[in-house]
């Protein structure tokens, strides 16, 4: 797990659309060492009217293409991680599409783990990335 959410603007192509998954997914199984099939992204394409945001903010300017990444993730990972986390899925979206670093919105919510999520059959399943490292 983490489960993603991508809200981004209708006016980027298919394939720009998908590389930020890509991106997004590539970076989370280097820095938060997710399983490779650990792959829940949902992207919500959005036309200029539903997305809000300032031209300027904490001295960081956004335009138009504007890219919105809300993760849900388990708790566990330091302050350096996250940091690290957010470095890699900047520089990777904006080495592979038109959308810019200043341009890169990422909110990381984090729950209890295991017990606050069910990939199906109604159970909560057991996994052994979701435990501490030190009882891996």
């Known amino acids: 797990m983490p489960f993603v959410r991508i809200s981004l603007p209708k006016m980027l192509s298919m394939e720009e659309k998908n590389q930020v998954s890509v991106s997004i997914h590539q970076s989370l199984i280097k820095e938060f060492n997710i399983p490779v099939d650990d792959y829940f992204h949902v ?12 031209q300027n903010y904490l001295g960081v ?47 990381l919510l984090e ?7 069910s990939f199906g059959n109604g159970e909560i399943q057991e996994s052994k990335h979701l435990l501490p490292t030190d009882k891996v």
Do not use: C, M
């Open 43 to 54: 992207i919500e394409e959005l036309d200029s009217h539903q997305i809000k945001f300032p």
């Open 61 to 107: 300017s956004h335009t138009e293409k504007i890219v919105y990444i809300q993760i849900t993730a388990g708790k566990g990972r330091d302050l350096e991680k996250k940091r690290r986390l957010y470095a890699s899925i900047a520089e990777e979206i904006s080495k592979s599409t038109s959308v810019t670093k200043n341009n890169i919105i990422i909110v």
């Open 111 to 117: 729950n209890n783990g295991q017990e606050d999520w």
